[in-house]
């Protein structure tokens, strides 16, 4: 079973740049969920994806925006980077949604520094 | 709105002593709560869940947590500290209601002494 790829695992960007971070879910898992990790902090909802649709949305502008792909890989973009953009960017994937408990299993991240 | 509160950023425990990390949350239904733990550099890592079935739950790595609804209390607790626990551990809350999507608390890392 493979499990929850994320790539790049680091990055560096400037302010105002745009960045797309890769996901790739673990093997039978069509949800995808992402993730910001400040530092010090607990990891704050982006987005999730169920089927290639946005199913639910966290208090985000509108220039974080990302896809799911058939085959439920995802990519998460951010526009118009700022430097509190800086953070660790975590994709979980999972089996169903709709009140399902299935836990969520997470990649790695993708560290993301904006100079 | 569901949230979550975790009680001390940082706990220190002696090699082969109990742990206890709190976490209180609240919710306005029956809630799902879970704990993860996160080592350098890493992802989430699931320990235990709890889904309204026993309210002792038994997780990976010897942790176990207890579902208090009168408390709103999910602490977790281990009896003896091995080294390798110290890491950073995180409560997470979800409302049964539409999507799965869990809210996290701020997180506590647990230092593990000699």
């Known amino acids: 079973e493979t499990g929850v790829t994320q790539s790049p695992t680091h990055l560096i960007k400037t302010r105002g740049q745009q960045v797309t971070l890769r996901c790739s879910s673990q093997s039978g898992h069509n949800t995808v969920s992402w993730y910001q990790q400040a530092l010090g902090q607990g990891p704050q909802f982006i987005f999730q994806y169920y089927r290639e649709e946005e199913n639910g949305r966290g208090n985000f502008p509108p220039r974080f925006s990302g896809l799911q792909f058939p085959n439920y890989s995802s990519e998460l973009n951010v526009n118009a980077l700022e430097l509190d953009d800086s953070a660790l960017y975590l994709c979980?994937?999972?089996?169903?949604?709709?009140?399902?408990?299935?836990?969520?299993?997470f990649g790695d991240g993708t560290r993301l520094s904006i100079l | 709105a569901q949230s979550v509160t975790q009680l001390g950023s940082h706990v220190s425990v002696s090699e082969g002593a109990l742990v206890l990390l709190r976490c209180n949350y609240s919710?306005?239904?029956?809630?799902?709560l879970f704990w993860y733990v996160q080592y350098p550099n890493q992802g989430l890592q699931l320990l235990l869940k709890y889904t309204s079935a026993a309210t002792l739950v038994k997780g990976i790595n010897g942790f176990e947590a207890e579902f208090k609804k009168s408390e709103t209390s999910f602490h977790l607790t281990k009896p003896s500290a091995h080294m390798s626990d110290a890491a950073e551990y995180f409560c997470?809350?979800?409302?049964?209601?539409?999507?799965?999507?869990?809210?996290f608390g701020r997180g506590t890392s647990l230092i593990v002494h000699p």
């Open positions: 997470a809350v979800s409302d049964f209601k539409g999507s799965y999507i869990p809210t």
């Open positions: 919710s306005s239904v029956p809630p799902y």
């Open positions: 979980a994937s999972s089996l169903g949604t709709g009140g399902s408990n299935q836990p969520q299993h």
